[in-house]
């Protein structure tokens, strides 16, 4: 029976940057992936900061595209913010777990795709090996759950997802018209409003040239908060139709679900066993974004493995989180439930009160201050379109 200091179960951004901080740290770590390939369910748009690559050392090589252009799209209105500068990347989520998983293999660490956790007990841990269809055993002094929303490790699949926000979202990666590439080159396209997706939202984000990631996600699933057609199809192609002037070719097509649970009140830790990732509601409730956060945990993860110290580790959670995810779960609220499509040129006014770095700070930066300017000047807002319909109506 083979002997790990760490199994690591899952290579997403969380697992493989655990592996790879543990595996630098001379711990002996396997880390095991249940796709045969890092091509299958390539789900992510990837928009981040442009501070996620000096935080984790990540290489130019994964980057699929640079912004210095933010855009959003109501029904009738639309706004774009302009840098002079790249302020963020669109990574490559395939590349970025391959790097990581590399990382992990060059300084020693064992990695297996087309390997599933099965089973454990304290120490033993029984893996499936999908290509021998074999129940393979091996021994671990830490177990690290990186099996995202299906939380199959400390859970065990126990997870009551009735206290969680379910949401899910579909992707398309397209070969695209030239033309139609510039338009979105450098710029993080969002689309909001009953029209794109009630309920949700829709975007448009550079790839490599003359490549396009193009989805849709809808919160709250299992709820009609918001009248709505049930086929996240349908305002798919509606967007394609409308935004893209060209023929395209669907390259591929993906897409996820994902359970947030409310205040993040997830389990971190168990006896040897450490959640990170998805499993303890890393991604951020307000736009889904989850890649950065996701490194973020399986850094500190492996940080509290090597010191020994999981209490710290969950505190560190929650001070990276806490507050700032709190807030955007009551935006989240605001925003996603809105059946008024009205509301929404009301938010888009308001956005356009603050310039790109402010905008930034609110939505990539999640801090605090802007959270509170920005309710009071929806709420100034509110009450002067509430003051000039009555003067019209009068």
């Not at 998983?101 to 099965?118: D, I, R």
């Not at 009953?194 to 975007?203: H, V």
């Not at 006896?271 to 973020?296: K, Q, V, W």
């Not at 993860?301 to 580790?313: L, N, R, V, W």
Request: glycine share 6%; with cysteine; net charge positive.
């Amino acid at each position: 029976m083979e002997h790990y200091d760490v199994v690591v179960v899952g290579a997403g951004p969380a697992g493989g940057q655990c592996a790879r901080r543990l595996s630098a740290s001379g711990k002996h770590v396997l880390l095991i992936e249940k796709a045969k390939t890092f091509d299958i369910n390539n789900y992510s748009s990837g928009g981040s900061n442009l501070k996620v690559m000096a935080d984790y050392d990540l290489p130019e090589s994964i980057v699929a595209a640079y912004w210095n252009k933010f855009a959003v799209h109501m029904t009738q209105e639309n706004h774009q913010w302009i840098a002079e500068k790249p302020v963020g990347v669109v990574l490559d989520f395939k590349k970025l777990r391959h790097f990581l998983a590399e990382e992990t293999s060059k300084t020693g660490g064992n990695v297996k795709l087309g390997v599933s956790y099965h089973s454990h007990e304290n120490n033993i841990v029984h893996l499936k090996n999908h290509h021998t269809r074999n129940i393979e055993i091996v021994k671990t002094n830490y177990l690290v759950d990186a099996t995202g929303s299906e939380r199959k490790v400390l859970m065990q699949n126990n997870y009551d997802k009735r206290r969680a926000m379910c949401t899910t979202g579909i992707e398309f990666l397209l070969e695209v018209h030239p033309e139609d590439y510039s338009q979105f080159a450098n710029t993080l396209t969002s689309f909001l409003g009953t029209k794109w997706m009630p309920q949700g939202y829709a975007w448009i984000f550079p790839m490599e040239s003359n490549r396009l990631k193009v989805g849709v996600i809808r919160y709250f699933q299992h709820e009609n908060i918001v009248p709505h057609d049930q086929s996240y199809l349908r305002y798919l192609e509606q967007l394609m139709n409308a935004k893209l002037m060209h023929p395209y070719e669907i390259i591929d097509k993906h897409g996820k679900t994902l359970y947030y649970t409310y205040s993040r009140k997830d389990e971190h830790y168990r006896d040897n066993i450490i959640a990170i990732g998805d499993a303890i509601s890393t991604l951020n409730p307000l736009a889904a974004e989850g890649i950065r956060h996701a490194l973020y945990s399986g850094h500190q993860a492996a940080e509290a493995i090597i010191s020994q110290s999981f209490g710290h580790y969950q505190r560190t959670m929650n001070r990276y989180c806490g507050l700032k995810w709190a807030f955007c779960e009551k935006v989240m609220n605001i925003v996603y439930k809105s059946r008024n499509e009205k509301n929404f040129d009301l938010y888009l006014n308001t956005l356009r009160s603050f310039n790109f770095d402010e905008l930034i700070e609110l939505l990539f930066d999640y801090k605090t201050r802007r959270f509170i300017e920005f309710g009071g000047r929806l709420g100034l807002n509110w009450l002067k379109s509430r003051y000039l319909r009555r003067r019209s109506s009068s």
